[in-house]
């Protein structure tokens, strides 16, 4: 680690460093009297201004926004930077050569004026690249912004560039100007093999650039076929000035906007953010040639100026594909904060926001980030997708992993909105989802952590494969086991009772099977020799599981001290059919839940006289089930 600078430095940087200026590079300010000055906030959107600006006290306070602070403070907080590289910033402005306390490992030396260097080189080479966009040579290059959308004016908008080809006429541009062969290697615009050479050759080029608007990199796209370097995209080196993990591309543009919005947009490519840019997405910005980290998470809370009480949206714009909803599933596993700032614009056709402008037009794109919906529903939706909604197992399956998922949540105050959601989602009452996500957070902390692998022991080893026999005592499976044992114990008792059952009357798939054996051999009422019954039962069953549920059923005793009666027989037979028409009805409410009445009427309406007539179905069955015939 490099030394930190020393206070000395750090205070003369204050002192000489002018607020009044530095503010005027952002703000317009004009006389407010008693020695302050006033403008329009950079970071809120106001019409009147309430940005004060006190030079003799070295001080700027928004009235709006209550953002307040030194010069410091105004440069990290406009340019989205850290401390040291605010202080740095000033320095260079201002003429003051840094010193730096000893770290454990020195640093490389800090050459100061470095980087001004470093700019001034940069400054040139975009000139230099965006002259060379109008050559004949760069016809390729023209063609393919033409045929992404992109004119003339976008181009110089955006200070597109080309390079040529022959691979030293930015060397030899730059030399020309006074820069050592040194300086630009290190500036990562030339490479040094066994002699110095442009690193960008026949390419497009972006210029990367900084909040400030100064260019510190580029990013160069392959056009020509024969590009001895395959890779579709190349960007310039980690440099003094470049670091990819902070870049953005974009930011320059976009700064004012995301502070006054607080929103900013991430996508993928140049591209990308030069059609949300000019379809009116002002606040898009991409990662440049890394993804989207930590790192450039800061870059952008700083912009947003993100505070306690106040926090800005973050969208992502991805595709709903396999990778994207991993993405986003890390994320939300991950840092809280910004989980709960993230939101994701999903296009469905899975178009990039370029091909999207392209294809539909801008007002397509904004749409797009109109629509956009918070990362934890976007996660909470892929995954209750994963379930069968349509069936109760399925639903309570699908509960209980969201539930896990919901308390993960660590802000306590979205946890009920999220189970409300939820409930929508799956198609469930409030209450039961409430219910879940309460279970969940009482077992909750250790599962978290070891889905984090923060205990280092062995993965738990996975369960044994046995044969999947239903258990005797599961209470979801009661009433199946029961009829399905007087069937196989005592066929004539049951008789045409069981006319009516079917094999939807078994959610168990075991169950199901030996109900489809009976009803293929007509049933129990057309057993002759109930003796020879359940081998000829057994003999039927091509699933040796089923064939040892059947032997249980066979065997295990009535939960009926006494003889099955037919009371007994009608409470199990017409008490199954009502448990069948009750899960029913519990699918029906479930898709009720999860239609939209007025978009959906039609089949809304009809799914509610569905509804109707099984509930009165259920009602008769009832009676039956306790005798009431
Ligand atoms: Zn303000």
Same mark, same amino acid.
């Given at each position: 680690m490099a030394g930190l600078i020393k206070d000395e430095d750090i205070a003369t940087v204050r002192e000489r460093a002018r607020i009044d200026e530095v503010v005027s590079e952002h703000v317009t300010l004009r006389n407010a009297g008693g020695g302050s000055m006033k403008g329009l906030c950079p970071f809120h959107d106001e019409k009147t201004p309430s940005f004060h600006v006190t030079p003799s006290r070295g001080y700027y306070h928004c009235f709006g926004c209550q953002a307040g602070g030194d010069v410091i403070k105004f440069v990290m907080e406009v340019e989205g930077l850290g401390f040291a590289e605010a202080v740095e910033r000033l320095a260079d402005k201002v003429g003051i050569q840094l010193r730096y306390t000893e770290g454990d490992a020195p640093g490389p030396r800090r050459d100061p004026g470095q980087r001004a260097r470093l700019i001034e080189a940069h400054r040139l080479a975009q000139e230099f690249y965006a002259d060379q966009l109008t050559t004949p040579d760069a016809m390729a290059a023209r063609q393919f912004l033409g045929e992404r959308g992109f004119d003339r004016d976008a181009a110089e908008t955006f200070g597109l560039g080309f390079a040529p080809r022959g691979g030293e006429a930015l060397l030899h541009h730059l030399r020309q100007?006074? #820069?050592?062969?040194?300086?630009?290697?290190?500036?990562?615009?030339?490479?040094?093999?066994?002699?110095? =050479? @442009?690193? #960008?050759? !026949?390419?497009?080029?972006?210029?990367?650039?900084?909040?400030? !608007? @100064?260019?510190?990199? #580029? !990013?160069?796209?392959?056009? #020509? @076929?024969?590009?001895?370097? @395959?890779?579709? =995209?190349l960007n310039t080196p980690e440099s003094p000035i470049y670091k990819k993990s902070t870049v953005l591309y974009g930011v320059d543009l976009a700064r004012k906007e995301i502070a006054r919005s607080s929103q900013a947009v991430v996508v993928e490519g140049y591209t990308d953010v030069m059609a949300c840019h000019l379809a009116g997405v002002g606040t898009a910005v991409a990662s440049c040639g890394t993804a989207f980290g930590e790192e450039h998470g800061r870059v952008l809370r700083r912009l947003l100026h993100d505070h306690a009480d106040f926090r800005g949206e973050i969208i992502f714009t991805f595709d709903g594909d396999e990778a994207g909803q991993k993405a986003a599933m890390k994320a939300f596993e991950g840092d809280q904060q910004f989980a709960s700032q993230t939101y994701v614009a999903v296009e469905p056709d899975g178009l990039d926001p370029c091909d999207l402008r392209l294809a539909k037009g801008d007002a397509a794109v904004r749409e797009l980030v109109a629509r956009r919906i918070p990362l934890y529903r976007f996660v909470l939706g892929n995954l209750v997708q994963g379930f069968d909604l349509d069936r109760a197992d399925g639903r309570i399956d699908a509960l209980r992993r969201a539930a896990r998922l919901v308390t993960s949540v660590r802000d306590r105050s979205k946890v009920d909105a999220f189970a409300r959601e939820l409930a929508g989602m799956v198609g469930v009452d409030v209450e039961e989802a409430r219910r879940e996500v309460r279970r969940a957070a009482a077992r909750g902390p250790e599962q978290a952590d070891q889905r984090r692998g923060r205990v280092l022991v062995e993965e738990p080893p996975a369960p044994a494969p046995r044969p999947d026999v239903p258990d005797p005592r599961d209470p979801r499976f009661a009433v199946e086991r029961e009829t399905l044992k007087l069937v196989v114990q005592h066929p004539a008792a049951v008789g045409t009772t069981a006319a009516d059952l079917g094999p939807d009357d078994f959610a168990h798939p075991h169950y199901r099977a030996i109900w489809e054996a009976v009803a293929a051999a007509g049933g129990p009422a057309a057993v002759r020799s109930p003796e020879s019954w359940p081998a000829s039962l057994a003999a039927a069953l091509t699933d040796p599981a089923a064939s040892a549920t059947l032997g249980a059923l066979a065997v295990e005793p009535l939960r009926s001290l006494r003889e099955p009666d037919a009371d =007994?027989?009608?409470?199990?037979? =017409?008490?199954l059919q009502e448990v069948t028409t009750q899960r029913r009805i519990a699918d029906l409410k479930s898709r009720l839940q999860r239609t939209n009445p007025v978009d959906q009427a039609a089949d809304y309406n009809k799914m509610f006289g569905d509804l109707v007539a099984l509930e009165q179905h259920r009602r008769t069955l009832r009676e039956k089930a306790v005798g009431g015939e």
């Open positions: 100007k006074g #820069f050592r062969v040194e300086e630009l290697v290190t500036a990562g615009l030339v490479a040094q093999g066994r002699s110095a =050479y @442009d690193r #960008f050759r !026949g390419r497009l080029l972006w210029p990367i650039r900084e909040t400030n !608007g @100064d260019t510190i990199g #580029f !990013g160069a796209r392959r056009i #020509f @076929d024969d590009d001895r370097i @395959d890779a579709k =995209y =007994y027989v009608a409470a199990h037979v =017409y008490g």
